[in-house]
Structures are given as structure tokens and as C-alpha cells.
């Protein structure tokens, strides 16, 4: 689904409720953002980005509370939801060599199963396979009303309802177009809209979801 469409809290507390791994893909390329940031590269810059990549090593630690995301031995876990690198993310997401590299990652880290993941190209580029496919979206209204709670509750100063709504549509719109793995709904993706749903409603249908179509014997054991 698109971005601030609840994505990552919602996978986050699903997986934990299943007992799955939780793969948050969105947090790998704002980790690569932070590090083209960090070294003051053009974003744009393609030939410079795939230099950078060739020394990069991202590691995910999960743990029960948030997925720690370490890039080149620095641990960028909160700096990775600053507005800076918001903004920037989708720019970075467009080469083909960014994408490349963490797609890649993405399918080696699934090939066991037992996997939530959440993205934007998660159900057409990363695991066209999946048992069980969610596009998770929001109206723009609804997204920034709760990235600017977000922001907030992370300690970020937070721009005007209309700015942050008018940004997200600009992203959106950025999404969509790329020529590479643009943001779309797989056709046998589920489409949830989650105005008005509390995280836990949006919870308790993607549970419906998985378990109509995963058979009773497969089902992962929370407890285990």
C-alpha cells in the first residue's frame, strides 16, 4: 500500500500476533536514504548511489518491541522516521540499483516463510508468490491526519494538515509513475481501506483473510 497507510503498525502487531517474522522493507530504503544523506550524495546521482551500495552492509535485528536497522555499523532505528529522510525516500526508491540490491536482500531474508512483510511493491516485485496478499490504504486526508500523530509522538515538529495532505498526494503520485516497480495493487491482492479502523479492527480482518485462505494444519503457533 501507499505511505503512511498504517503499513508498518499494522504488520508489525499482525506477525507478533501469528508468531511470524516481520519484514519491514520501507525501513531498509529510508536506511539507504539516511546513509546517501549522511555522505552528502546527490540523490540523484545514480553512478555515485551504486558506489555507495557496493560497501553497504544493512542488517535487521528483530526484536519484540521494533526491528532495529543497522547500515554500516550504525544503528539509524529513529533516525531513519525523520521528515528528512520522508522526503526523500522516494526519490532514492527510484533507481534501479537501490531497488535492485534490496529486492534482492528482501527474497533471500523470505525463502524460509513464516513472513509478514509490508512495502509498496511487496505483492508484485518482492513476493509475487505470496499466500496472502493486502493492499493496505488510507484516504490522503486520513494518512497525513496520522503522520502528523506520528510525528508528534516521535518528538518532530509537524508541518500543516494541508501541507503534510499535499505532500503525500505529491509522493503518491511519485510512487505510481516510477518506472521501476511503481506502487500498484497485485490483481489478487485484497484491497483494505482503513478510514475510520482502528488498528486493531484492521488486525482482526487481515486474521479473517489469512485464515480463509491458509489451511487450518499450516497455521504459524504464536506461542511457539
Do not use: C
Request: glycine share 6%; charged share 30%.
Amino acid at each position: 500500500g501507499p505511505a503512511g497507510a498504517g503499513k508498518s503498525s499494522v504488520t508489525k502487531a499482525f506477525a507478533k500476533r501469528l508468531g511470524m517474522l516481520y519484514l519491514d522493507t520501507g525501513a531498509m530504503y529510508r536506511a539507504v536514504t539516511w546513509l546517501i544523506q549522511q555522505e552528502k550524495i546527490d540523490p540523484q546521482d545514480h553512478n555515485q548511489i551504486k558506489q555507495l551500495l557496493k560497501n553497504l552492509k544493512l542488517e535487521l535485528e528483530p526484536n519484540q518491541q521494533v526491528t532495529k536497522i543497522i547500515i554500516n555499523g550504525n544503528d539509524v532505528t529513529d533516525a531513519i522516521r525523520s521528515p528528512q529522510v520522508t522526503s526523500m525516500v522516494s526519490v532514492v526508491a527510484t533507481h534501479r540499483s537501490v531497488r535492485d540490491e534490496l529486492t534482492s536482500q528482501q527474497k533471500e531474508i523470505g525463502k524460509a516463510g513464516g513472513l509478514v512483510a509490508e512495502g509498496r511493491d511487496i505483492g508484485t516485485a518482492v513476493f509475487p508468490n505470496a499466500e496472502v496478499k493486502i493492499f493496505l490504504t488510507a484516504s490522503p486526508a486520513e494518512r497525513a491526519r496520522r503522520r502528523i500523530i506520528d510525528l508528534q509522538n516521535q518528538g518532530f515538529s509537524t508541518p500543516s494538515l494541508d501541507k503534510l495532505e499535499k505532500e503525500i498526494k505529491e509522493r503518491d503520485e511519485m510512487d505510481r509513475s516510477r518506472s521501476i516497480s511503481p506502487l500498484m495493487q497485485a490483481s489478487d491482492a485484497k484491497e483494505l481501506i482503513t478510514d475510520g479502523m482502528s488498528i486493531e479492527q484492521v488486525i482482526e480482518e487481515i486474521e479473517r483473510l489469512f485464515r480463509a485462505k491458509i489451511p487450518h494444519e499450516v497455521w504459524p503457533n504464536p506461542s511457539s
